[in-house]
Structures are given as structure tokens and as C-alpha cells.
């Protein structure tokens, strides 16, 4: 799962391609019935014709989450006519209606009759999202298509993602936002018309700045106004870090190129860069409290959510709950399987970046930053090690299953052939200050085991 060569990466992404291809080739056989309980005749016979659109003919990341806009709306609607309120009113509350739900059922609504009023929220944005992304032309008939703003792949009102690739900078911010009402679109023409208070908006189509990962183009979009106009500043700072990692880690350079499909740059204080399975290699990484270090491991440590996110967009590998029983010392709190699971296999690629970050002593970091990466390695091999009985544990629970833990035990196989060398490094050629440091966290964990794991 980790360490591994080229090959088997694609092989690995290759796996939730076809999961793409399947969810498709489902909905074009079985489709929803031409009256379904719960969807409205126009959204079905809209559907019905672009199921079979040209434009979902090949996964991307951008059409794998419209299918899953699609698959959160068959689950609801399953819900809504099993009249199951307890799923209901969790679905509706985790997500981004949670407020329009909130207010309805304050004013007595019961789930099952929310529901069927937010519908058409799923319906529409579907639809919207089908067409402002993936259609290569599309034009509205009677009524404008609406298309909700979406953070996630860096969208704000004046600067709307089009697809993977551009985007438009309408010349103000319009009122109707998030909710976008758009009349027409057309790739080949590079234009938006914008219905914006009964007036008409025309934007043109602009291609996104990349980042290069040899040949391989990575569209970067900034999550606001300010980050976009300076952009090519960040463009600056990611191609140094890309630099960094090519030269020290080729490991994880390899694993960077095959998985990141494009950077959402955000600036939010106190929030950590994130992805999403449902948006297969977009990295939305936080420029706001961090270094170029940071920068650095930021960048791997999300790659490493794509890695694992694409066998879990194919494959079953842990049962998922909300018990809280495994101690993750990353958060210093306890957690579901999950976050234990997702953070074992992830912060691993940490190790290794900063291990071979620290051996190669790259002349383009100064002292303060190299001193930085030994500790980063060592923290990282001492609170993987923490983790790795407490996952053994959750496999004899049954909350991993044999095909979940072959990916562990890579991770275990390769910690063990790098123990001596941390145990050197720890021994003979930590600073005094990361010496400190090394001794504070061992004794936090020893605590920790006494307190959570005997």
C-alpha cells in the first residue's frame, strides 16, 4: 500500500476507476423508474437523458463526485421511503443543508415531510453540477440551471471553478451566491452567461494556473479572491516543495504524481489542510500558520488520503462506527476506527518524506528546517509504532477486515526494517532541543498506554 512502485499505484487507482465504471454502467442499465416516489418527473426525465452522456464516459475526479452527489441522493430517497426519521435527521444534520433542516423541524415539520421539501435542493445540484462541470455545452430553457458554489474545489464568487481545468472570474459578486443561476454554458465558445438580478452576466472562460509534476499538469485554484491574484506566488512556494521532494523522496514524488489532480489553496487560521474521498486527488492545503516545511508535508500527507481514499472508494476495508475507543496520539484524543485507520496509513508517508529529507540534507533547506524534518521523522516513527497493537486489536474486533490490515502490515514491515536507524538517530544524533522533545513524547506515550491500552 505504501512503499511500492509505479505499477501497483495505478494498479491501486485503477481499482477505484472501475468502481466509477460500475456506479455508471448501474445507472445506465437500472436508472430510476420513469415514476419514482420521492423525485420529481422533470428531474427524472432530465436524468434520463444524461445518464447516457458522452461526458460520464471516463472517470475524473469531478465526475466521481457527481456520482456521489447521485449516490447521496438514492440514499436519502431509500430513507425517505422507508420513513426512517433517525437516518433522515442524521443525514440532513451532517451535512450542508443542516441549517434549512434545523429551521424546519423547528417549527414542528417531522423528518419525512422535510425531506421531501429538500429533495429537490440533491435534485437540483445534480443537475447543476452535471452541467457546469461535466457537459461540454449546455442551455437552459425556461428557467436558469442553478449550480451550488462548492469550497471544496475552490469556488467563490468571483472566481467559479468550470470544470477541472478553468474557471470564471465574474467582474462583481453577485446576490444569488452560493446558488448560482446560470443560463447557458460553452467550452468551445470560453463562455458563461450569468442570470444576476434579471440582468445577464457573461463571463469568459479562463484556463486555471498549474503546477508541473513533470509532464503531468496539477490546475491550482485559491479558495478566495486574494489567493488567486496571488497565485503565482504560491505557485512559486508549491514548485520549490514539489523540488524538494523530487530530489530527497522520489518515493513520494512518484506516489505525488500518479494521485494529486489539483491544489485548493485556503487560508484559514486553525484549520489543517484536508481532502475528501469523495473529491479523488484534490488537496486543499492551508497556506495560513504554516512554513515551507509545513508546506512540504502537507502536500505528502494528502497524497497519502488520495492512496488510501482510492481503495476505499473500491473496496470495503474497515467497519465503519462512531465508537471511540482507539487513542490517536496525532490528536491526543480518542477516536473511531477510522480516524485511527486513516491516520496510521497516512501519517506514515510523514515518516518516510522527513526520513529521507534528513539523509539527503538538501543544501536548499537551511539548519533551523533540517533540524525540523529530524524531528518530524522520529515524532513520526514513535507514534506510528504507539498505534500499530491498537490496530492488531481492532482487526481480532472485527472493525478491520484481512484485506484492510495486508495494508497495515505493509506499513508495520516497513517500520520495522527502519527501527535500527531510528534508534541511531535517537541515540547519537538528535539536537538538544529535539532531544527535548523526543524524551517529552516518549513520556506522554508511556502515560498514554498506561491510561488506554493496558
Known sequence: MVMTDSKTYSKRRDLMIQSYNDFISDLQEEGPEEETNGLSPDFLEHFKFII??????????????????????????????????????????????????????????????????????????????????????????????????????????????????????????????PSLPFWSKSFSEGIVSIDDDGGELVGGIQPLKVLMLDDKSVPIKGSTPELDHAIDAHIDQLTNAVSVIKDCSPRCYEALKIFT??????????????????????????????????????????????????????????????????????????????GMYHGYLTFFWAFALFKDIYKAAPSSLNKDQHEKAQLRFVEEFLMLKFCRDQLEHALRMGKINNEGMKLVREVNDQLASDADYVANVIKSELTQTNATAINQLESELAKAKTNFLN
Not at 429551521?103 to 415539520?109: F, H, I, K, R, V
Not at 489542510?273 to 516545511?293: C, H, K, M, T, W
Open 52 to 177: 447516457k452522456s458522452k461526458a460520464l464516459a471516463n472517470f475524473s475526479p469531478l465526475n466521481f463526485y457527481w456520482v456521489n452527489l447521485v449516490d447521496n441522493l438514492i440514499y436519502v430517497l431509500q430513507m425517505y421511503q422507508d420513513a426512517d426519521d433517525e437516518g433522515l435527521t442524521d443525514f440532513w444534520t451532517e451535512g450542508e443543508y443542516a441549517k434549512a433542516f434545523l429551521d424546519l423541524a423547528e417549527q414542528g415539520e417531522e423528518p419525512v415531510a422535510i425531506t421531501a421539501q429538500l429533495i429537490p435542493l440533491l435534485e437540483g445540484q445534480v443537475l447543476g453540477f452535471y452541467h457546469w462541470h461535466l457537459s461540454a455545452h449546455h442551455k437552459a430553457k425556461e428557467n436558469p440551471t442553478l449550480y451550488q458554489l462548492v469550497p471544496d474545489i475552490g469556488d467563490h464568487d468571483l472566481g467559479i471553478r468550470v470544470g477541472e481545468t478553468h474557471m470564471i472570474a465574474p467582474p462583481d459578486s453577485h446576490n444569488d451566491s
Open 261 to 338: 489532480e489539483s491544489i485548493i489553496l485556503i487560508d484559514e487560521p486553525g484549520i489543517v489542510s484536508y481532502s475528501l474521498q469523495s473529491l479523488p486527488g484534490y488537496s486543499n492545503i492551508n497556506v495560513a500558520e504554516r512554513d515551507f516545511v509545513d508546506l512540504i508535508d502537507d502536500l505528502v500527507h494528502e497524497n497519502g488520503h488520495h492512496i488510501l481514499n482510492a481503495v476505499l472508494n473500491a473496496e470495503e476495508l474497515i467497519e465503519e462506527d462512531d465508537d471511540k475507543i482507539f487513542w490517536s496520539p496525532w490528536r491526543q484524543a480518542l477516536r473511531p476506527i477510522r
